[in-house]
């Protein structure tokens, strides 16, 4: 359990202030790989702004470099990268999910359809290889490793949905693919680029890895408790394709072996979704998930003890927070 003091508003929010100049260069050399595809397909790369607002990623990929070393030319190209295939990795999401919004507006398979989506993505994807390339191999085998990775956690959740015997470990095992693998990736770079120690690598790897699986926890939250209209995207489908989350599946261990029976034959005919969910929040179970993101962030700050102490490293510890304090 954490015993971190929580966030107040005027502290939630991402110092961006720090790498702004940064992220202007990662935005230029993104939007200009995109200019190809812009050409011929104008509307569609335009609608992708939608799917960026906070830039976690490439900004995660530069404070890194600034904490341990300084930031270079590579840093914002691989900042651009990790943008790409994070953006590629919601497009294609959302058609998992069957999601009509994101960030308060349509998503691309609401308006173009599916198959419009998937292709999307998969350019995107190929863009950010192409990119990668021009850095040197070892970037380009840090970003395969990390794709297959990612790939492979969506898969297993796919191939996993609506088994209710998953575990926790199951569920972490799938959380760290689906999303600690890339945010361990920015990290990784940022501190590989600047011309870290390979001990300084690893921490601010580990770092990554404990930071994005803690904003997969909290993002389960939301999608139980959230606000649609504070976040900006479709909420509820986890357990409506019967997504096996933490809070579903401690709520489910809290249960007597009778009452898990009945609650999974109600899960598995597809019904009464709102009394389960108001069981799962009654239960304490949300709240239980929410700790453990706590702790995972609390895992992330014991990484970056490790590193000299700087603003950047503050920045670091401060976006930890904001990932399990966020709305959105």
């Not at 992708?48 to 490439?58: A, E, F, M, Q, V």
């Amino acid at each position: 359990m954490s015993n971190k003091t929580m966030l107040g508003p005027s502290q939630a929010r991402l110092p961006i202030s720090l790498v702004a100049r940064d992220l202007e260069e990662v935005e230029r050399i993104y939007q200009k790989t995109l200019d190809p595809f812009r050409a011929k397909f104008g509307p569609v790369i335009q609608h992708l702004d939608n799917y960026r607002g906070k830039r976690l990623r490439p900004m995660l990929v530069l404070l890194a470099g600034h904490a341990a070393g300084g930031v270079t030319r590579n840093h914002h190209v691989l900042g651009a990268v990790v943008e790409m295939i994070h953006t590629a990795t919601l497009v294609h999401d959302d058609v998992l999910d069957a999601a009509a919004t994101r960030r308060h507006g349509s998503t691309v398979n609401a308006a173009w359809g599916n198959h419009a989506s998937i292709l999307l993505g998969d350019m995107l994807f190929s863009a950010a290889f192409c990119l990668c390339a021009t850095v040197d191999a070892a970037a380009c085998e840090i970003i395969g490793e990390t794709t297959n990775r990612v790939c492979a956690g969506e898969l297993q959740q796919v191939t996993t949905a609506g088994r209710l015997d998953l575990t926790e470990a199951d569920y972490f095992d799938i959380i760290e693919g689906k999303t600690g693998v890339l945010t361990e990736c920015a990290t990784r770079l940022g501190a590989r680029y600047a011309g870290a120690s390979v001990a300084a690598e690893r921490h601010m790897a580990d770092y990554g890895r404990h930071l994005g699986m803690a904003f997969q926890v909290a993002d389960d939250v939301l999608d139980l408790r959230g606000d649609e209209t504070t976040a900006g995207k479709t909420l509820g489908t986890d357990l409506a394709q019967r997504k096996m989350t933490l809070p579903l599946i401690r709520y489910l261990n809290s249960l007597s072996e009778a009452d898990d029976r009945r609650v999974k034959g109600r899960l598995a005919t597809h019904d009464h979704d709102a009394e389960i969910l108001d069981a799962v929040i009654a239960s304490g179970a949300v709240e239980s998930a929410q700790l453990q993101a706590e702790a995972m962030i609390d895992e992330a700050h014991e990484a970056l003890g490790h590193l000299p102490a700087s603003p950047y490293r503050t920045a670091l510890e401060h976006v930890a927070r904001w990932a399990v304090r966020r709305t959105a």
